[in-house]
């Protein structure tokens, strides 16, 4: 079983990076998810979203999140690539795989995957539109209660 593949990255994502980590021979299932830069969040236009991380702490929070779910599932292998920076609206934000010997396996690692690193990794949104830039669930003192920021 290969190490996880974890990574933030300033240019674009690879899919077939992320996917390639995961496949191996004794792999009969394999999982991909792409979080993409949609051009609408909460009625709200979007035009583009700028991530920023807190590099060293954000690594070793996907490393330990990628060290549990292998403790949880035997035979796991997986990728998980966050980028920072400036998107366009459908870039790839994130991309997450998951390899298994069966597809239950590979698709629960993948969304809990995904689920714990949105939860737990310090990587933050901040969301650009026709009213102006707000960073995502955060209050942002620019932003009045009930408009953009919340």
């Not at 690879?14 to 980590?21: F, G, I, R």
């Not at 929070?61 to 366009?88: F, K, Q």
């Not at 995957?113 to 942002?140: F, M, N, S, T, Y």
Request: glycine residues 8%; contains cysteine.
């Amino acid at each position: 079983m290969r190490a996880p593949l974890v990574a933030l990255r300033a240019t674009p994502l690879s899919v077939d990076e992320a996917l390639a980590h995961v496949r191996h021979a004794g792999a009969g299932a394999s999982c991909v998810f792409l979080g993409t830069v949609r051009d609408r969040n909460e009625g709200r236009t979007v035009v583009k979203l700028e991530y920023e991380a807190y590099g060293p702490m954000a690594l070793a929070e996907m490393r330990r999140i990628a060290d549990e779910l292998l403790a949880e599932t035997a035979d796991l292998t997986l990728a998980v690539i966050h980028r920072t920076g400036s998107l366009d609206v459908g870039e790839v934000a994130v991309v997450c795989a998951a390899s298994a010997p069966h597809r239950g396996e590979a698709y629960r690692a993948c969304r809990a995957l995904i689920d714990r690193v949105k939860e737990r990794v310090p990587i933050w949104k901040r969301e650009h539109g026709p009213e102006g830039a707000c960073w995502v669930g955060w209050q942002d003192a620019r932003c009045l209660p009930g408009q953009h920021g919340h």
